[in-house]
C-alpha cells in the first residue's frame, strides 16, 4: 500500500481505485502530490495482472494510462515522467508526450526546469544515460568507454548522477564534463539520489544483507551514514533512499528487533551529527 508520510500528520495511506490490488510510490514534489505505479487484475485473466502509471494530488488518485506503464518522478509543476509501453515519456495531466529513442528504456528524475534524464535501449539491447529538454530533444550522456550506463536523478543546475556498469563506476556530469565519484572502498554501491548541492546518497555492502546507507558529497567523500549518527539509539541504516536540497535523508534500516524501519534523518545545526525518527514501514 502506498503512503505519504510528514511531521505534521504522520502516516497517511493513499487509497486504490477498485481493482487494483498494489501499488509502489516512487517520486513526490514540493506540492506533495505522489507518482508511481499500481497494479491491478485484469478481468477474465486468470493470474494476470496489469501496470499502470498513477498520480495521486489531492486525495484523489489518477491513472496516467491504461497501458503497461510506469511513472517514476514529478517535479513542483506536476510534469510526471517515466516509461509507457516501451516508449520514454512524460506526463502533465493526462496528456502524454513521447521523449524519443528508438527501441524504449525509462526516464528516472526530472528537475523544475523540465529536464529529463534515465537510459535508453538501442537497437542491441544497449542502454545509455539520456538527458532530455524541450530545445534538444533526447541526447546521450553517457561518459566515455562506458559500455552500459543510467542517468539516475538531476539537480535543478542540470547536474546529473550517472552510474555505468560496464566498467562499475560512478559519475557526476556538469557542463558537459564527467567528475569520478569514488565510493565505498570495498563492496558494491547503488546510488540512489542527489540533491541541489551534489550530495549523494544510497546503499552499500557485499550483499543485502549487510547493507550500509551512505552519504557522498565533495569536502568529506564517501561516508557511512551509520558513523554520522548516535551509535546508543541501536539503528542501522541500511538504506538511503532520498536526500532533499535541506539535506534531509530518508531510507530504511532495523533498530533492535525491529527490521524495516523507515527513518527521516535530519542534520543538525553544525551538521556535524545528525539525529533520526523512525517508523514502521
Known amino acids: 500500500m502506498p503512503a505519504t508520510w510528514s511531521q505534521k500528520d504522520g502516516l497517511h495511506a493513499i487509497e486504490l481505485p477498485t481493482g487494483f490490488v498494489s501499488a509502489e510510490s516512487t517520486g513526490i514534489n514540493g506540492a506533495g502530490d505522489v507518482v508511481g505505479f499500481a497494479t491491478r487484475k485484469e478481468p477474465n485473466q486468470a493470474g494476470s495482472n496489469q501496470t499502470v502509471a498513477f498520480r495521486y494530488s489531492a486525495g484523489q488518485v489518477l491513472v496516467l494510462s491504461e497501458e503497461r506503464s510506469k511513472a517514476a518522478a514529478i517535479n513542483d509543476s506536476g510534469v510526471t515522467v517515466g516509461a509507457n509501453g ?17 527501441c524504449g528504456g525509462i526516464a528516472h528524475a526530472v528537475n523544475n526546469r523540465g529536464q529529463a534524464v534515465g537510459d535508453a535501449n538501442d537497437k542491441e539491447g544497449h ?50 564534463a564527467f567528475t569520478p565519484v569514488h565510493l565505498a572502498p570495498e563492496g558494491a554501491s547503488q546510488p540512489l539520489a542527489l540533491n541541489t548541492c551534489d550530495v549523494i546518497v544510497g546503499e552499500f555492502g557485499a550483499a543485502s544483507d549487510f547493507y550500509h546507507a551512505f552519504l557522498w558529497d565533495r569536502p568529506h567523500g564517501f561516508r557511512d551514514l551509520n ?34 524501519l523507515g527513518f527521516l534523518l535530519v542534520p543538525d545545526k553544525n551538521l556535524n551529527h545528525r539525529e533520526h525518527r523512525g517508523t514502521q514501514r
Open 227 to 260: 558513523k554520522l549518527i548516535d551509535g546508543a539509539e541501536g539503528w542501522n541504516l541500511e538504506s538511503a533512499v532520498d536526500i532533499n536540497d535541506r539535506g534531509e535523508i530518508i531510507g530504511v534500516g532495523d533498530r533492535g528487533k525491529q527490521q524495516d
Open 127 to 176: 542502454y545509455s544515460a539520456f538527458l532530455w529538454d524541450s530545445a534538444h530533444g533526447l541526447r546521450s550522456i553517457a561518459p566515455p568507454h562506458a559500455g552500459t550506463s543510467t542517468a539516475l536523478g538531476i539537480t535543478g543546475s542540470g547536474s546529473v548522477l550517472i552510474q555505468t556498469l560496464t566498467p562499475n563506476a560512478v559519475f557526476l556530469r556538469q557542463k558537459g
Open 86 to 102: 516501451d516508449r520514454l515519456v512524460w506526463w502533465l495531466g493526462r496528456k502524454m508526450l513521447p521523449l524519443g529513442g528508438c
